[in-house]
């Protein structure tokens, strides 16, 4: 039977879903790929940033991401990571979205995603395996968005200037600055940066600052250096911030 490192393993085995679990080194980086199924990518320890030409994404602890066949996207982790993964064919994809997109998990799904991995690549469809992938399916279909990304501009300047402050994002950066980098005037900037990103900048850099945030505290940072380093005024400011967009507080987000 074909091994999962086999290159031909995603594309011959007769099955629609394929589970996998792998673990991986904190700071691991996978360069630009694709797949020829869609990938459910849940991080059961540890963080997963996943960058495609569309912008930023982060999985923290016990979520997970979607990608679709063929999108070419790169990942690094954040601390030790566990990921299971649930490769789909593309026939069997119809209710999921056609976009990147980070989801919540519910219990039902951790339990049956544990389930998964512990089967034999070629499962009894008709049978209770197949039944149990089936389910894993229309619980992956099931979940909720959530609001982790931060879309890149197609315009390369300010591609360039937003991919700058992904890698060293902070508060402290205004959009003064980033127009003069990108030689625009403060009109032109915040027309067109909004018109790329359907967001302002002010929030887009929260936004960015956010999913910094939560790989620095997934990498065990201490939450008072986090919201320093990314130009928060105090720890509490920094928890309120994350409270308001996130929902909850760092302490209660990441397990």
């Known amino acids: 039977m074909l091994e999962p490192d086999h290159p ?16 991986y080194a904190a700071g691991l980086r996978f360069p630009l790929h694709s797949h020829p199924r869609g990938q459910f ?5 540890g963080a997963i940033s996943v960058l495609t030409p569309q912008g930023n994404w982060l999985v923290p602890p016990q979520r997970a991401c979607w990608l ?9 982790m954040h601390g030790e990571v566990l990921m299971l993964n649930v490769f789909i ?5 119809a209710s999921l979205p056609g976009h990147c ?6 219990p039902l799904l951790r339990q049956l995603l544990a389930e998964a991995v512990k089967l034999d690549a070629l499962y009894v469809e008709n049978a ?11 619980e992956i279909a099931a979940m909720t968005p959530l609001a982790l990304n931060a879309p890149l501009p197609q315009d390369p300047r300010l591609a360039r200037l937003c991919t700058q402050l992904f890698q060293q994002p902070s508060l402290d950066i205004g959009l003064d600055t980033m127009a003069a980098r990108a030689n625009m005037s403060r009109r032109t900037f915040t027309r067109l940066f909004r018109q790329q990103t359907g ?3 002010a929030q887009w ?3 960015a600052c956010l999913l910094s945030a939560i790989t620095r505290l997934a990498e065990g940072q201490a939450v008072t250096r986090v919201a320093f380093d990314l130009g928060y005024g105090s720890a509490s400011a920094f928890t309120a911030a994350f409270r308001k967009v996130l929902g909850k507080a760092p302490s209660e987000y990441l397990p």
């Open 101 to 106: 997109s980070v989801l919540e998990t519910s």
């Open 68 to 76: 679709p066949a063929g999108l070419e996207h790169g990942m690094q």
């Open 41 to 45: 990518a849940y991080a059961a320890t």
């Open 8 to 23: 031909h393993f995603y594309t011959e085995l007769p099955r629609e879903l394929i589970a996998t679990a792998r673990n």
């Open 205 to 207: 850099r929260q936004q």
């Open 128 to 138: 209770r395996d197949g039944r149990l992938m089936a389910l894993l399916l229309d």
């Open 89 to 93: 064919r593309a026939q069997a994809v």
């Open 199 to 201: 967001l302002g900048f």
